[in-house]
C-alpha cells in the first residue's frame, strides 16, 4: 500500500472536488439533480464493476469521491447506502439476474437503494435482530415481518435491501439474510422520524407487515445460495460485505465535512482582523485550526488503509481499519466543526457561514452507523484480545 496517491486518484479528486465546488452549498441542496449529474460522470458508480455500467474501481476510489463533496460542502449520505453498501453487497454476491437488474441502475444514477439493518429494540446488537423471513410452503414466496429505525432516504430509494433472519433448515438456528424489498410492495410501511438534523435525506421507521416477496428476493438467490454453496455462515458474509465499506464511507464522509467546517474558519481568520494583524497570526487561534488539520489527515491515512485492505480482498483486515478509521474521523470531524464555530464567534452560528448546521452534522458521524463506544470495544475485544463485559 501506498501512502502516496497515484497520479489517476489524484485527478479524479481534482475533478470531483471541481465539480462540487460548482453547486451551491445549502442545508438541504437539491441533492437529487447534483446525484444524477455526478452520476452522468460517473462518480456515484466508480467502485461498480465495468461490465455493469461501473467505473470498475472499488471503495478507495468511492469514498475519495465522497470525501471531496463533502470538503466542497456538498455531501452526499445516499453514496454511503447506494453505492457502497448496496452496490457492493450486489456485486459480490447478488444473483446474474440481481446484478442485471440493480448494479447498472444503481451506476447511472436512475435507481437507489437504502439499507435497513437497525431495530428498535436492537441497537448495534445484531444477534437481536428479529425482523424474520419465513417460506410460504405453498407458493414458495418469502414472508418478511418485523421493524426497522433511521433507515435513510427510502422515500427517495427505489428498494431497501432488508437485513433479516430466517431459518436454516440444517441445523435450525437463525442466520442473517439480505432481502430486496421494493418502495411499494404491499405492507411495506414507512413513517417519517422528525429529526433535528437538517439534512436532504430523511430518516424513517419501516413496519413491514408480512410483506411478500418472490422467492429471487434473497440476495444470492435460493436457500441453497444462503447456507449452502456459500457456506453456513453466507448471509453473515453478506452482511459484513456491507458493513466496512459504510465505515469507510462514513470516515469519508465525516472528514469531507471536517475539511469544509475547517476551510471556512482558515479562510476567516485569514481575513478577520480586530487588533492589527488578522486573527489568524495568534497562536490560540491558529493552533487549534492546525491540530485540527493534522488529525483529519491521520484520520485519512486510517481510511486510505481501510479502503486498500478491503479492495484487496483483506476482510478481517478491512473490519479493523474501517472501524479505526471511522472513529478517527469522527473524532477528529467533531473537533473540527466545533473549533470552527468558536472560530468565527457570533458569525459561526449564523446561517451565511453554513457552520452552525454542521455541530449536529458532526455528531451523527460519532453515533452512526455504530457508536464510538461499540468500536472500542471491538478494538477491545478483536485487536488487544481483552475479556468481553458484555
Known amino acids: 500500500m501506498s501512502v502516496i496517491e497515484s497520479e489517476e486518484h489524484k485527478a479524479l479528486r481534482e475533478a470531483v472536488a471541481s465539480f462540487a465546488k460548482n453547486h451551491p452549498s445549502t442545508p438541504a ?3 437529487r439533480r447534483f446525484w444524477q449529474e455526478a452520476a452522468k460522470l460517473g462518480y456515484i458508480g466508480v467502485n461498480l464493476p465495468e461490465a455493469y455500467g461501473g467505473g470498475g474501481g472499488g471503495i478507495t476510489e468511492l469514498c475519495l469521491v465522497l470525501e471531496e463533496m463533502g470538503a466542497a460542502g456538498n455531501p452526499l449520505l445516499m453514496m454511503i447506502v447506494s453505492p457502497a453498501i448496496c452496490g457492493t453487497v450486489i456485486s459480490r454476491f447478488g444473483t446474474e439476474a440481481q446484478k442485471r437488474e440493480w448494479l447498472p441502475a444503481l451506476a447511472d444514477g436512475s435507481r437507489l437503494m437504502a439499507f435497513g439493518i437497525t431495530e428498535p429494540d ?6 437481536r435482530i ?5 417460506r410460504d410452503p405453498d407458493t414458495g414466496d418469502w414472508l418478511l415481518t418485523g421493524r426497522k429505525v433511521f433507515v435513510s432516504g427510502v422515500d427517495i430509494a427505489d428498494a431497501t435491501l432488508i437485513v433479516g433472519r430466517t431459518e436454516d433448515a440444517r441445523t435450525g438456528s437463525l442466520k442473517p439474510c439480505l432481502f430486496i424489498v ?3 410492495t404491499p405492507g411495506f410501511g414507512r413513517r417519517m422520524i422528525d429529526m433535528e ?7 424513517f421507521e419501516l413496519v413491514l407487515d408480512d410483506v411478500r416477496l418472490p422467492a429471487d428476493a434473497l440476495v444470492g438467490g435460493g436457500p441453497s445460495h444462503a447456507f449452502g454453496s456459500g457456506g453456513e455462515d453466507a448471509g453473515l458474509l453478506q452482511l459484513f460485505a456491507g458493513l466496512n465499506p459504510e465505515r469507510i464511507m462514513t470516515a469519508a464522509f465525516a472528514i469531507g465535512m471536517g475539511r469544509f467546517a475547517l476551510s471556512r474558519a482558515v479562510e476567516y481568520a ?9 486573527i489568524g497570526a495568534h497562536q490560540a487561534i491558529a493552533h487549534p485550526l492546525a491540530q485540527a488539520h493534522i488529525e483529519l489527515e491521520l484520520a485519512r491515512l486510517m481510511m486510505q488503509k481501510a479502503a486498500y485492505l478491503y479492495d484487496a480482498g483483506d476482510d478481517v483486515g478491512a473490519g479493523e481499519a474501517a472501524n479505526m478509521a471511522k472513529y478517527a474521523a469522527a473524532e477528529a470531524c467533531v473537533k473540527a466543526v466545533d473549533q470552527a464555530v468558536h472560530t468565527l464567534g ?7 457561514f453554513g457552520l452552525a448546521r454542521l455541530i449536529t452534522a458532526a455528531r451523527v458521524s460519532r453515533i452512526a452507523p455504530v457508536s464510538r463506544e461499540m468500536i472500542l470495544n471491538y478494538v477491545s475485544h478483536q485487536t488487544l484480545g481483552l475479556p468481553k463485559s458484555y
Not at 122 to 127: L, T, V
Not at 197 to 203: D, G, R, S
Not at 270 to 278: G, L
Open 29 to 31: 441542496p437539491d441533492s
Open 270 to 278: 485569514r481575513e478577520r482582523t480586530v487588533w492589527k494583524a488578522p
Open 182 to 184: 421494493p418502495r411499494d
Open 130 to 134: 428479529t425482523t424474520t423471513a419465513r
Open 122 to 127: 436492537a441497537g448495534s446488537n445484531s444477534h
Open 197 to 203: 438534523l437538517n439534512a436532504a435525506e430523511k430518516q
Open 346 to 352: 457570533g458569525n459561526g452560528l449564523t446561517r451565511e
